[in-house]
C-alpha cells in the first residue's frame, strides 16, 4: 500500500469545469493532494445565465476554495496563474472536463452541427500547455473520442503530445470499475513524467464483484451509513410531483417498470403522456423509452445525466417507492461519498451537481493513477477505493475468480 511516505510534499491540482467538486472530491479526499485552484462559470441550462447553477458554493462547502467564476473562452492561462499563484511547471495535476453537453449522444441534433462549445476541448490545451502540469485528465462523453466531433481530441492529443507528454484516450463503461451505474464516459490521460496510466491499468488483473455494483447493494450501503450518521437535510429531499405523474408512477410495476408496461394495460393506458401514447400507438418507443420509469434493484443504475430532477427526464424513479430517487440517493449511484454536501437552495440545481459530475469514486482512481504516476508504484486495490462510498475493498478480487463464477454460471444454465 502506497501511504503518506510516498511524498515529500502535497501534491497541486487545478480543476476546470470544476461543478459541484465531484472530480476534485476524488483528489481532496485523498492525503498527499491540496486544491489551488478551480474555475466553474455555473451555467445550468444554457438559457439560465452565468451563475444560475450555483454550484461554486457546493464547491466551496465541500472543498473550501471558491472556483473562479470565469468563462473559459475568455479567461486566459496567464490570469489564472496570476489569480491562483500557480507558476509554469508547478502545477502537479490538471483537471480539465470540457462540457459534454454538445458533443453526448443523448441530444440527437449534437449529430448535426459542431457547436461553439465544443472548442473549449481545445482551450483545455491551451492551460496545459502554459501551465505544464505533470498530469492532465480530461473526462467526457464516449463521442470526445468516437464522435462526428473527434477533430476535437486528436487535436489536443496532438498538441500534448508534441509539448512531450504522453497521452492515452480510452472509453469506459464504469461499472466494470465499481460505480453501481451503467455510465459510460472517455478518459484522456496524458503524463510528461513518464508512461501515462489509465483505469485499465489500474485494473489489470483486478475485477469488482457484479452483486456490489447494483442499486440494492448501493442503497442497503446507504442505509447503514444512515444508522449512524446525522440528520441529512440537503440529501433527504427529492421533488413533489403532481396528480397525473404520481398516478402514472403508482401505476408503473415495481423494480424496473416504465412508461410501456402501463400503455401496455388497456386498464392504465389512459395515464400516459400524449407523446408516450401517440409512440405506444406508433409501436416505436422512440430514444428515450426510459423515461417515467423505475429502476432495478439487481441491476446497476441507468446513466444519470444533469437533468435528472424528475422521474419524466429518464429511469429515475426509486424501485418500489412512488416517488423519484432523493438527492442522496442520486448522489451515491454517482458514486459520491455519503457525506458530501449538497447545499443548493433550489433542489434542482443539487440534482444538476450530481448528474453534472465525474463520479467521485472514479476520480478517487484517477488521483491513485496521479500517484503511480508520480511514484512509480503501481497502487494496490485498498488504494483506489474511496472510502464512505458504496464500493469496499473486499468488493475487488482476482479477475480470475470473477471469469469463473461467470463461466459457472453459464454451465449451469
Known amino acids: 500500500m502506497i501511504g503518506d511516505t510516498a511524498r515529500t510534499r502535497d501534491w497541486t491540482v487545478a480543476d476546470f469545469f470544476s461543478c459541484g467538486g465531484g472530480t476534485s472530491a476524488g483528489f481532496a479526499r485523498r492525503p498527499g493532494f ?18 444560475a447553477s450555483d454550484c461554486n458554493q457546493t464547491y466551496l462547502a465541500n472543498h473550501g476554495v471558491a472556483p473562479l467564476n470565469r468563462d473559459m473562452m475568455t479567461l486566459e492561462p496567464r490570469e489564472f496563474a496570476r489569480l491562483t499563484g500557480i507558476a509554469t511547471g508547478g502545477l502537479d495535476v490538471m483537471i480539465s472536463c470540457a462540457p459534454c453537453t454538445h458533443l453526448s449522444r443523448a441530444n440527437p441534433n449534437n449529430h448535426l452541427e ?3 462549445e465544443n472548442t473549449l476541448i481545445g482551450r483545455s490545451g491551451d492551460f496545459a500547455l502554459d501551465l505544464l502540469p505533470d498530469v492532465f485528465f480530461m473526462e467526457n462523453a464516449r ?23 504522453d497521452v492515452r484516450g480510452e472509453i469506459h463503461i464504469l461499472d466494470r470499475f465499481g460505480l453501481p451505474q451503467m455510465r459510460e464516459r472517455a478518459l484522456v490521460v496524458a503524463s510528461r513524467i513518464g508512461p501515462a496510466r489509465t483505469l485499465e491499468d489500474l485494473w489489470q488483473g483486478w475485477a469488482v464483484k457484479p452483486r456490489s455494483v447494483t442499486v440494492r447493494s448501493a442503497f442497503s450501503r446507504l442505509a447503514a451509513w444512515q444508522s449512524r450518521a446525522p440528520a441529512d437535510p440537503d440529501g433527504d429531499a427529492c421533488p413533489g410531483m403532481g396528480p397525473a405523474v404520481l398516478n402514472r408512477l403508482k401505476a408503473t410495476p415495481h423494480d424496473g417498470g ?14 400516459c403522456t400524449p407523446e408516450c401514447l ?33 422521474v419524466g427526464n429518464g ?18 449511484l454517482q458514486g459520491f461519498p455519503f457525506d458530501y454536501r449538497f447545499p443548493a437552495k433550489a433542489i434542482g440545481n443539487r440534482y444538476r451537481h450530481i448528474g453534472d459530475a465525474v463520479p467521485p469514486l472514479i476520480a478517487y482512481q484517477m488521483s491513485a493513477l496521479a500517484l503511480w504516476m508520480k511514484t512509480g508504484r ?27 463464477n461467470a463461466s459457472t454460471a453459464v454451465q449451469g444454465a
Open 114 to 116: 459542431d457547436r461553439p
Open 278 to 310: 401517440a409512440r405506444w400507438q406508433s409501436g416505436d418507443l422512440g430514444s428515450h423509452p426510459d423515461v417515467y420509469g423505475r429502476m432495478w434493484w439487481d441491476r446497476p443504475a441507468p446513466t444519470i445525466k444533469r437533468e435528472c430532477a424528475h
Open 143 to 165: 463521442e470526445l473520442i468516437m464522435g462526428n466531433y473527434r477533430h476535437h481530441h486528436r487535436t489536443l492529443t496532438d498538441r500534448l503530445r508534441r509539448a512531450g507528454y
Open 378 to 404: 503501481r497502487p494496490e486495490p485498498a488504494d483506489w477505493v474511496m472510502p464512505n462510498t458504496t464500493l469496499h475493498a473486499d468488493d475487488i478480487v482476482p479477475a480470475s475468480e470473477t471469469a469463473t
Open 34 to 51: 491540496r486544491i489551488v485552484g478551480a474555475v466553474d462559470l455555473e451555467l445550468a441550462k444554457p438559457s439560465g445565465g452565468q451563475g
Open 258 to 271: 416504465g412508461w410501456a408496461d402501463v400503455a401496455r394495460n388497456p386498464a392504465t393506458r389512459m395515464l
Open 315 to 332: 429511469r429515475y424513479a426509486h424501485p418500489t417507492l412512488d416517488r423519484l430517487l432523493t438527492v442522496r440517493e442520486m448522489a451515491v
